[in-house]
């Protein structure tokens, strides 16, 4: 069974794989979609860009991208990110029930992860909506165009042109 973390970690991961390629993702859109709180969200992202599957862009425009293609990640990729190793101490093991106790758990994580490494992250992200943040504003630029110079109003530049503006109407 995947933890919450991971299971949060694919979710982040999968949005992002959703946007645009060229439109970097922020902590704070990316909480708001997911309904986490910023600071979750950025513990999320510093594990995930500690495991080099996302890139970081400061600044204005800045955000986070993938590090490599879909197609070329599996769900282990992203789930070992926040896999924690529980080594098991000398104290643990005195007794014979907990030595295969031991043994039975690293099986059943070496079966689970194999399970996720043949497990493509796609497969995952083809569910996710596209993010249509980029595309709902581009439709405004063929929607808008130049006004013709007589269809511009007539106006005043000011206040203080007001009277200038009424003369020459009256003329």
């Known amino acids: ?16 794989a959703s946007a645009p390629a060229y439109q970097p993702v922020t902590t ?18 510093k594990d995930l860009k500690d495991g080099d599957l996302l890139q970081a ?19 282990w990729d992203v789930t070992k990110c926040f896999e924690q190793k529980d080594e098991p101490s000398e104290k643990s093991l005195t007794s014979p029930e907990s030595s295969y106790l031991s043994i039975l758990t690293s099986e059943l994580n070496e ?3 194999q399970f996720l490494q043949n497990f493509p992250l796609k497969d995952i992200v083809k569910h996710v909506p596209k993010n249509q943040s980029a595309e709902d504003t581009s439709f405004l ?5 130049p006004l013709f110079r007589d269809a511009l109003p007539k106006a005043p530049n000011s206040v203080f042109d007001l009277s200038n503006f009424m003369q020459q109407r009256t003329v």
């Open 111 to 113: 079966i689970k992860q």
């Open 57 to 75: 862009h400061r600044g204005p425009g800045g955000g986070y991208l993938l590090q490599k293609r879909v197609d070329e990640m599996s769900v």
């Open 28 to 45: 704070a859109k990316l909480s708001r979609q997911l309904g986490l709180s910023v600071s979750y969200t950025e513990s999320l992202m």
């Open 141 to 145: 630029a063929k929607k808008f165009k």
């Open 1 to 16: 069974m995947l933890n919450t973390r991971s299971l949060h970690g694919l979710k982040v991961v999968a949005y992002i």
